[in-house]
């Protein structure tokens, strides 16, 4: 969503945005696809301002939050909806896995991959199912993991947005292949096992990646 401010605003907008997410508190218990809803809403609205308020078009999502945190059933308690969805997009979930995920449409095991499908621009999305690797889950450690994974992709590997909390360790990354393809991922652990979020594809031609690993979810 700041990416957005930064585009149409004067930077002291996009630095207040910023400042935001340091203070960001996490939502009440089950209101966590709430508070993604109403988030994804404000940074994908035609109408997004320049102040530190929700877009108008996305009043509701952000009364559910209240709504959520009270006790109230919202409309989004149970997971991303087909209509919010990117076109062409579905909710692919793994029950067996704890996985669930929106990807391009088809998404199918493929190889060792526990879904894999190509969007309409070329782009490969998919998920993996690694070892979880032992020792402290830190950035030096997922660095260490992505060379060890993608070879000469990694000499220019770029993390962040790092979350550490019970139950999940997970870390966002971008490179740039010597080929000229993209790539943007996730790493994504749970106690038991490890996920790879990734999306590769021809540079600037990735698609809607951030509605696949911003709602990505592995248990």
């Known amino acids: 969503m ?10 002291s907008s996009f630095e207040t945005c910023r400042v935001n997410c340091s203070k960001y508190d996490p939502p009440a218990e089950g209101c966590d696809p709430v508070v993604r809803n109403a988030l994804s809403c404000a ?28 006790g109230q059933k919202t409309e989004t308690e149970a997971g991303p909806t087909t209509a919010a ?9 793994n029950a067996q896995e704890g996985v ?27 998920i993996r199912k690694l070892p979880r690797p032992e020792g402290k ?20 590997m770029k993390m962040g947005g ?5 139950g999940r360790t997970s870390i966002n990354y971008t490179m740039k292949c010597p080929d000229g393809s993209e790539e943007k991922g996730l790493f ?17 031609k990735l698609g809607p990646t951030e509605a696949f690993l911003y709602g990505f979810e592995a248990k």
Request: proline share 7%.
């Open 2 to 11: 700041c990416d957005k401010v930064k585009a149409k605003c004067p930077k």
């Open 100 to 126: 669930r995920a929106p990807m391009p449409q088809g998404a199918a095991a493929e190889g060792n991959a526990l879904a894999s499908v190509k969007h309409s621009e070329g782009a490969v999305y998919s």
């Open 85 to 93: 969805l990117p076109p062409g997009f579905a909710l692919y979930e």
């Open 162 to 166: 790092m979350v550490d909390k019970p």
């Open 137 to 156: 889950l830190n950035e030096k450690l997922f660095l260490k993991l992505g060379m060890n994974l993608f070879g000469r992709c990694s000499d220019k």
């Open 188 to 204: 994504w652990a749970t106690d038991k096992a490890l996920f790879l979020a990734s999306v590769k594809g021809e540079a600037g």
């Open 43 to 70: 940074r994908d609205a035609a109408d997004l301002v320049c102040a530190n308020v929700a877009p108008e078009s996305c009043a509701k999502p952000f009364r559910q939050i209240t709504a959520c945190a009270s």
